[in-house]
């Protein structure tokens, strides 16, 4: 454990996959973390999981698409904790489906998940950094926030988006202590990776296997994103001795995206 249980981390979607890779991340750094997603009993075996390595943590149900439940979220974390000094918006839904396929219930769901409920924390979360003159807003973006890729149209739009919030968010708050950033990451091997490998091996006839491999041949180094490689980013952009960084948006893709 490290010396850093005075701060508090919030990550969002974690309840598995990425967002769980992120909170142990945090969590063996000593940092206090609390966790949110919609599934409370995927939430409460990964604190489980997470407290048998010594970690704080503070498992809590919130959809981030509710208003209400976010500002509910951040008064039971300042009621047990304080203030949330460290706000990963890692929470989001990818499916893969064709443009001419894909309904309007469909398109909203992504965007609010993925945009709207990034600024619903941002919104709640951000006045006490700003208070405190010191905070870090770390928002897990994707190399779709940069290019596009086909059967992902609405993931792709809510990660632009992502993107555009991030910068100039970091913009109104740089004289403020507030750093705001977002990580890309590539195919990242984890639930959400192998569920849209599944759903384009039904359409394509192909097996799940081969899928897999086209995802990761995207990539110059031939493989797929360790979601530790991810959070490690992460508790590096939370850190003190990076206060200059900020607006930026940081790639981790095995080289896939160079921009």
Known sequence: MGPLSDKIVLVTGGSGGLGAALARGFGRQGYRVAIAARRRDK?????DAM??????????ACDVTDRRQVRDLAAEIGARWGAVHILVNNAGIARAVSFSDMSDEQWDETLETNLTGAYNCCKVFLPGMVRARWGRIINIASTAAKVGYPHVTAYAASKHGLLGLTRSLALEVARQGVTVNAICPGYVDDERTHENASIMARKTGKPVSEILKLFAASAPQNRLIDAAEVASLAVL??????GAMTGQALNVDGGAVMI
């Open 51 to 60: 407290a048998q390595e010594g970690a704080q943590t503070l498992p809590i």
């Open 43 to 47: 939430l409460l075996e990964v604190a």
């Open 237 to 242: 952009l939370a850190s003190e001795k990076l």
